[in-house]
T-cell receptor
Framework: DQQVKQNSPSLSVQEGRISILNCDYTNSMFDYFLWYKKYPAEGPTFLISISSIKDKNEDGRFTVFLNKSAKHLSLHIVPSQPGDSAVYFCAKFGNEKLTFGTGTRLTIIP | NAGVMQNPRHLVRRRGQEARLRCSPVKGHSHVYWYRQLPEEGLKFMVYLQKENIIDESGMPKERFSAEFPKEGPSILRIQQVVRGDSAAYFC????????????FGQGTRLTVV
């Protein structure tokens, strides 16, 4: 039972354009959703989060949108930079633990 | 100000041997989580520990796997009689508080069973 789904395993975006990463969830019980970024051979690093009572959170180039009726959230990165190339995981925080999606590999094309 | 430290970074074990993975949390953090990432998959929760207590082990395989977080020293994830299917990257994360959403991850231990 995969509670958090990232249906796009990979995404390529031109440098300077907007990157949009998507995440769907099935179980409505959660406190927060978080996005983590992961480089090869490194652990995930926290990027941005959104609480269940909000529909948008912005931090610099990163904005996360939460659509509770559609059980969908998305991460927008604008403008995209070469250093953004990584695997992005969305994760649900509930019951005191994180449940991760399978990740989306973002490649920024110079 | 060290982050989460995991060692070893790489571990090779023959089938049937034991694997011990160590995790030292961020200084001042008393909550530790272990996650496993199989090839081409996301991170799967295994176990959540506080000092000397297992809080949630719902993601741990029923046999051969155990975890501890003693009063002194690092958290240990122990896999007995390893099999090829145990080959994965094992990540440890720590947080200050059980309600702390932002867990800090270590660099992981890549276990290869040959």
């Amino acid at each position: 039972d995969q509670q958090v789904k990232q249906n796009s395993p990979s995404l390529s975006v031109q440098e300077g354009r907007i990157s949009i990463l998507n995440c769907d969830y099935t179980n409505s019980m959660f406190d927060y959703f978080l996005w983590y970024k992961k480089y090869p051979a490194e652990g995930p690093t926290f990027l941005i989060s959104i609480s269940s009572i909000k529909d948008k959170n912005e931090d610099g180039r990163f904005t996360v949108f939460l659509n509770k009726s559609a059980k969908h959230l998305s991460l927008h990165i604008v403008p995209s930079q070469p250093g953004d190339s990584a695997v992005y995981f969305c994760a649900k925080f509930g019951n005191e633990k994180l449940t991760f999606g399978t990740g989306t590999r973002l490649t920024i094309i110079p | 100000n060290a982050g989460v430290m995991q060692n070893p970074r790489h571990l090779v074990r023959r089938r049937g041997q034991e694997a011990r993975l160590r995790c030292s949390p961020v200084k001042g953090h008393s909550h530790v989580y272990w996650y496993r990432q199989l090839p081409e998959e996301g991170l799967k929760f295994m176990v959540y520990l506080q000092k000397e207590n297992i809080i949630d082990e719902s993601g741990m395989p029923k046999e051969r796997f155990s975890a501890e977080f003693p009063k002194e020293g690092p958290s240990i994830l122990r896999i007995q009689q390893v099999v090829r299917g145990d080959s994965a990257a094992y990540f440890c994360a720590s947080s200050k508080d059980r309600k702390d959403t932002e867990a800090f991850f270590g660099q992981g231990t890549r276990l290869t069973v040959v």
